[in-house]
């Protein structure tokens, strides 16, 4: 059997969740190793028949992209004419499966210098664009929808004890309970201590505030000595170095992960911005006044960029206008 027959092989049995944990290291690797390989795995993928495809995590969306990821406990690296080769033992522990719902993400491995004589700490991070969304499955069970323009990260070590992830954008949790082992959510302005619950976390840096909703179980939210206990149907807001805690909808809070879009008393400014990051488009707001304009309203991710600039000049006094492909400009109208 020549290579290319090897490998194609190894890429039916691997998304059928057939292929060995040894192949699927060296499949892996294989993939990561040049960006040739990159590509002729995601080009191969996308000419598989979904109808031949029996792994049932695929089964829902064959555009979905799956990347299953294999480490220890314990990650070696060594270097050799100046190549670094990542060294990888398993366990029975060894498999770690990451699930991206909506293609268009990137994985990016970042190594952190030895915190002990043994042991490297890797870091996965994953980053989705601007127009996308992605569905994760941690190593423990625990399952996270990201919202677009957004990184989350997590250790290699996460199963030993270190459950943490660190976000930046947006993210929903259902996050699987080990009573000895919580779970720990780093944002910018503050830490999430979860044992097991679910709860949406916003804490884009261009906002300006961090927002906690719980839904279900029970979180702390960790900002220095302060631990503050946050209970479902709350709200923590952190902005201006001052927090408040809310009682609200908070299942609302996570209705993006569903493809609807609920704005709540939010500036026009802020919707503009969340419509940039859904839709991966870029628009002008030619009257700084427009910006404090308070709008509430639903959208569902369906309808185009097109119906929901079309609605806006329905319920505010604007009109827009297309720049470019992906850039448009609204001002006020005032024929209004």
């Known amino acids: 059997m020549n290579e290319n027959n090897n490998i194609e092989r190894k890429i039916n049995d691997y998304f059928n969740g057939k292929l060995k944990a040894s192949e699927e290291a060296e499949l892996i690797y294989w993939v990561k190793l040049d960006k040739k390989n990159e590509e002729y795995f995601l080009n191969y993928k996308e000419n598989l028949d979904p109808q031949k495809i029996d792994h049932p995590l695929l089964q829902s969306s064959f555009a979905e992209l799956k990347n299953k990821l294999l480490i220890d406990q314990e990650f070696g690296s060594k270097l050799s004419s100046s190549i670094r080769k990542l060294q990888f033992s398993f366990s029975r522990f060894a498999a770690m499966l990451l699930i991206a719902a909506i293609a268009g993400f990137s994985v990016a491995y970042l190594l952190i210098e030895d915190m002990g004589p043994k042991t490297n700490v890797v870091w996965f991070e994953t980053h989705v664009p601007r127009g996308e969304k992605t569905q994760l499955l941690l190593p423990d069970g625990s399952k996270v929808w990201v919202n677009s323009d957004s990184n989350i990260s997590y250790p290699s070590n996460f199963m030993d004890g270190n459950r943490e992830v660190k976000l930046n954008g947006e993210a929903y949790f259902e996050v699987a309970k080990f009573d000895r082992k919580p779970f720990l959510v780093k944002t910018k302005d503050y830490d999430i201590r979860v044992l097991g619950t679910k709860f949406n976390v916003m804490a884009y840096p261009d906002f300006h505030r961090t927002e906690t909703s719980l839904i279900e179980g029970k979180i702390e939210i960790k900002k220095g000595e302060q631990n503050i206990p946050v209970d479902p149907g709350e709200t923590f807001i952190l902005a201006n170095k001052q927090f408040s805690l809310i009682k609200n909808n908070t299942r609302l809070t996570s209705r993006w992960k569903n493809n609807i879009f609920d704005f709540d008393q939010i500036t026009f400014k802020e ?23 308070i709008y509430s309203g639903i959208f569902k991710n369906e309808e185009t960029i097109w119906q929901v600039l079309n609605t806006l000049q329905l319920t505010i006094p604007i009109k827009f206008s297309r720049i470019d492909f992906r850039k448009f400009s609204i001002e006020i109208n005032k024929k209004k």
Do not use: A, T
């Open 271 to 293: 919707m503009v911005v969340r419509l940039e990051r859904w839709y991966d488009v870029d628009i002008e707001v030619k009257n700084p006044e427009l910006n404090e304009i």
